[in-house]
């Protein structure tokens, strides 16, 4: 739990908030694994627009340290994702956003990571960056990925709220309104190798997750109708 009822409370409200949004703007529904571990947890899931992490929120009843990459960037909103221990994942603090990590789960709570780092189109996954399995490693967490879908053609881009970072841009991709489907999978509890060195263990580990969303994501696909790729 977090220290803070008052942090909790706010971040519940704030919750409270989006599914307002959500009843008049997204036809939102979650399905999958009802059988998530107790304890903390390591949920992962593909990055498929800027506002997905909200999606999390609403799948996911607990409270979560997410962490973030650009948007930590801004100015006015990093105090503010500092005051509720969310964790920057900006260049400059890369070295510590795994321990961050760790030391939330230590506390019993939670965190949620998209490892692609960037939006991809629906229904296709990018390359998942290792930091997922470090993660995991370290804390021994059970992971419990998650698959987001949309109708390609419900995103919108705003060009004008993009964000660069060490010359890389991060496009600002929303879907105001339309069809949102979130998909839980059981959760992986992936075995250390110690045959093999770590580097090659991350990237197996860090493949388990990308096929179980790569699984749940064919399994969404039927709802899109062409939407997604074949």
Known sequence: MPRSHVKQFLYHSFVGLIRTYSRFAWDFRVSGSVRVPLGPKIYVANHISSVDPYWVMMAVPE????????????????????????????????????????????????????PEGDV????????????????????????????????????????KWDMKVDGRTYEARIVWRGKVRVMAGEALTPGLRHDVDEEEDDRRITEEVRASIATMLDKLAPEFDDSAPS
């Open 63 to 114: 409270f979560l340290h997410f962490v973030i990459g650009p948007p930590f960037g801004i100015r006015w909103l990093a105090p503010v994702f500092r005051s509720f221990e969310q964790i920057n994942a900006m260049p400059q603090h890369r070295k510590t956003t795994v321990s961050q990590a760790c030391h939330y789960l230590a506390l019993g709570e939670s965190v949620y990571i998209a």
């Open 120 to 159: 991809q189109p629906p229904f296709q996954l990018g390359h998942f960056y290792s930091g997922l399995s470090k993660i995991h490693r370290r804390s021994l967490a059970p992971i419990v990925p998650l698959a987001m879908a949309v109708s390609p053609g419900s995103i919108r881009r705003h060009p």
